[in-house]
């Protein structure tokens, strides 16, 4: 979530308009305040804003409410509140056994004048010109280097490109983050721009940091993106992303590609998608419903983020159906929904999440190292095998008629009883002899199956739930079990990685 907009210490409601750019006055106070909101649809992990003192101009685009212009690094932005709010909110969410995870800027510092203008004592701790790479634009993103080396952003406001070759820089950093993350028990950092750092830089600043990372790589290609697991725990999986909106967008939508990202994914990706987050919204892109008009396929691509090998994140508002377009119309406040849990997105996120924590307690499956396979696929529709779950998605949208359609190679054993957890109404169906699973889409709706054996008596159908046996599915299932190796190899990144069932989005 967006720090600004999520929540104020005091819910006075107030306006907030997306498309002025300033300051909403969103605090850490405000999110301790609506925890409970949070965790009530099933996440373990709050995301939010960069958290170090950001430019106070008032530029063409806006101010830094967004917290991605740094200027201090040693200072925190008081917009959001006091070093001991911050405290406040990391004790509050361990308290409650969930995890902090803090975004960071370690590209640039941004600057509304460039070289020679800049004056580089305004910033700290980078204060001379030889802190950064001597000046140029990105102009050509198929040259790394230069990616790597110029800035980014424009004469409005430039995001001036620290110098990450030179090791006073280097080991300035490695003990600002091993201070950051000590002081304010931090769990989890997601890496701003980290393409534009060279990949060598991440590892031993990682271990500097000792805790589990995530890299935005905003990239369409898998094999460039699935590069960067060989150095960072994960990436946003942003090609999958692509993809998921293509195959969704509407009834000629290209499944078939997102059929082959996957197989990419799993082939081009340290772990495959276990090297990845899997998300459908963020800050940086205009939310599903400004671009697909069906909410049926909106409803879709959320579920594949949850079935999926990734870990779920979920940008705040989406489960409040928020449909802002293009930056920055995307951030909205949240208090205009009075924090409601009664909507049906919240209620269906939170299914999501129970049937993903089902999965992973299934003492008969490796769910959490289990890569997801395609079992069954056409034009139209496309299923997802992560023993033992069977999640079935379809572009049809929604549509008044029933669609069938019956998945083969699932790998579940014949008589074995599914439950549609996602349809609200527990319908179950029995798997054919040959393993295969006659199903019905029904208005466009997404299918998310369990057996019966791992359902539990106070979990979502739990009338359905029986006596579990033996396992569900076949020896010869077609979802392969791999080895988790996290690029930084920490004990945090292994409790991170297996104990992070999914994400809420605070950016």
Known sequence: LVTDRFAKTVDDGGPCDSAARKYCNGTWKGIINHLDYIQGMGFDAVWISPITENIEQDTAYGQAYHGYWPQNLNNLNSHFGTPDDLKALSDALHKRGMYLMVDIVVNHIAATATPPSLTYTNYTPFDTQTDYHPFCWVK???????????????????????????????????????????????????????????????????????????????????????????????????????????????????????????????????????????????????????????????????????????????????????????DPMNREALWFTSYSTSVSLYKYINTLNA??????????????????????????????????????????????????????????????????????????????????????????????????TVLSSTGPCGSKAQPGGGPSSNSNNKSAAVQLQPAVLTSGVVAMVTGMMAWLVML
Not at 376 to 383: E, L
Request: charged share 15%; hydrophobic share 35%.
């Open 140 to 326: 050509n993103y198929d040259n790394q280097t230069e990616v790597e080396q110029c800035s980014i952003g424009d004469t409005t406001v430039a995001l001036v490109d620290l110098d990450t070759e030179n090791q006073t820089v280097v080991n300035t950093y490695q003990t600002w983050i091993k201070n950051l993350v000590q002081t304010y028990s931090i769990d989890g950092l997601r890496l701003d721009t980290a393409k534009h750092v060279r990949q060598s830089f991440w590892p031993d600043f990682l271990k500097s940091a000792g805790v589990f990372a995530v890299a935005e790589i905003l990239d369409p290609r898998a094999n460039y993106t699935g590069a960067y697991t060989n150095y960072i725990d994960t990436v946003f999986n942003y090609p999958q992303w692509w993809y998921l909106k293509y195959a969704f967008a509407n009834v000629t939508g290209d499944i078939p590609s997102l059929v082959q990202n996957v197989k990419d994914t799993q082939s081009m990706y340290k772990n495959g998608a276990m090297s990845t987050v899997s998300f459908s919204e963020n800050h940086d892109n205009a939310r599903l419903p400004s671009e697909i008009g069906d909410p049926m396929d909106v409803k879709s691509i959320i579920t594949w983020t949850f079935a999926n090998d990734g870990i779920p994140c979920l940008y705040y508002g989406q489960e409040a159906g928020y449909s802002g377009g293009n």
């Open 355 to 452: 049937v993903r924590k089902l999965a992973i307690a299934d003492k008969n499956s490796k769910f959490l190292s289990t890569a997801a396979n395609v079992v069954s696929s056409t034009n139209k529709h496309i299923a997802l095998y992560k023993a033992p779950l069977l999640t079935a998605m379809t572009n049809a949208g929604n549509v008044s008629q029933t669609i069938d359609w019956t998945i083969t190679g699932t790998g579940y054993k014949g008589g074995v009883q599914l439950v549609d957890l996602a349809s609200g109404t527990c319908d179950v169906v029995t798997v054919a002899n040959d393993g295969s699973v006659p199903i019905a889409f029904n208005n466009g709706a997404p299918k998310v199956y369990l057996p019966t």
